[in-house]
């Protein structure tokens, strides 16, 4: 879980550092890491024993792709492009939030006293890094609405664990993992197909070369497979928790380049979201609520 964090708190400087030429556009960082992705889950299906998924569950892998990839990652990227690496992923630590939200409006699953006021403390970071912090961002062009789009992303994964908890357990990571990147590789590449032939491929310096293959073969697919080590390992609270490393080594990572700055407004955030997520993290679960807080 530290090896997967870590490498997604370096994805928001580096997808910064990658698209800050603009020879590399958002949409078409979005396609290396759907269509990568695919490839190598593929790849890696094939040295996996054999798992039959029929037609219908493939259908239903299409959608849970949308959501848990190609909304959500697509989102994230762009995002990302808009406001500074510290915003984009200390916004990404509210997803225990939003999965807690969802699971009460749509399962109708009870939530305590102290999960309702993380949710309100998380809400109310949230607001503030969105709406109060713009002046204060540095090497960002829209940090309120990159900030809205990253939200969108957690809540459209958030929505993916909810609707698909139970049926993603059926298969193994590999193949959930195949069909989703696929079902989004399907969708996304057709979208951007003039901008793929549009690109002037040959002036895209190699720095811009491995800062793509990082966010692919780094923050994909070997994070990925560190979490489903770590989840087999570790209790979901301590797992949960390691979402913390992610705005540390964000920030750290974007001061240093010069891409990010610190503001008070930007601590208070901070220490709203921190504050929520740790009490929905922490908290002790309902009677109903330990199917969900095994998943």
């Known amino acids: ?58 259908l239903r892998l299409f959608g849970a792709g949308m959501l848990g990839v190609f909304f959500n990652q697509g989102c994230f990227i762009v995002g990302v492009s808009l406001t500074t690496p510290s915003e984009a992923s200390l916004v990404t630590t509210t997803m225990p939030m939003w999965v807690m939200l969802l699971a009460w409006i749509i399962l109708h699953e009870p ?14 970071g949230a607001i ?45 990571l590999v193949t ?10 399907v969708v996304s590449l057709p979208l951007s197909a003039k901008m793929l032939l549009s690109t002037a491929w040959a002036d895209i310096s190699v720095i811009e070369w ?11 697919y070997i994070a990925y497979i560190c979490v489903m080590i770590g989840q087999k390992n570790l209790r979901p609270t301590i797992v949960g928790m390691y979402n913390y490393i ?8 974007g001061i240093w380049l010069g891409l990010d700055r610190f503001s008070l407004v930007k601590g208070v955030a901070v220490a709203l979201i921190f504050s929520g997520v740790w009490l929905v993290t922490v908290s002790r679960s309902l009677p109903s609520d330990k199917i969900s807080a095994d998943s």
Request: glycine share 8%.
């Open 246 to 253: 992610q705005p540390i080594v964000a920030t750290g990572v």
């Open 111 to 124: 939530i305590s006293m102290k999960k309702a006021g993380g949710i309100v403390l998380g809400a109310a």
């Open 1 to 58: 879980m530290l090896g997967a964090n870590l490498m997604w708190g370096l994805m928001a400087p580096i997808v910064k550092l990658v698209l800050a030429s603009g020879m590399i556009a958002p949409l078409l960082l979005v396609d290396f890491r759907m269509a990568g992705a695919a490839i190598l889950f593929w790849l890696t299906s094939l040295f996996m024993p054999k798992e039959h998924v029929p037609l219908p569950d493939i």
């Open 176 to 185: 959930i993992m195949k069909w989703m990147f696929l079902s989004a590789s």
């Open 210 to 220: 491995w800062g793509a293959a990082a966010v692919v073969i780094g923050a994909t």
């Open 128 to 172: 503030i890094l969105m709406l109060g912090n713009s002046s204060t961002s540095t090497g960002a062009s829209n940090p309120p609405l990159g900030d809205f789009i990253i939200l969108m992303a957690q809540l459209s994964y958030a929505l993916y664990l909810t609707l698909y908890r139970n049926f993603i357990r059926k298969y193994s």
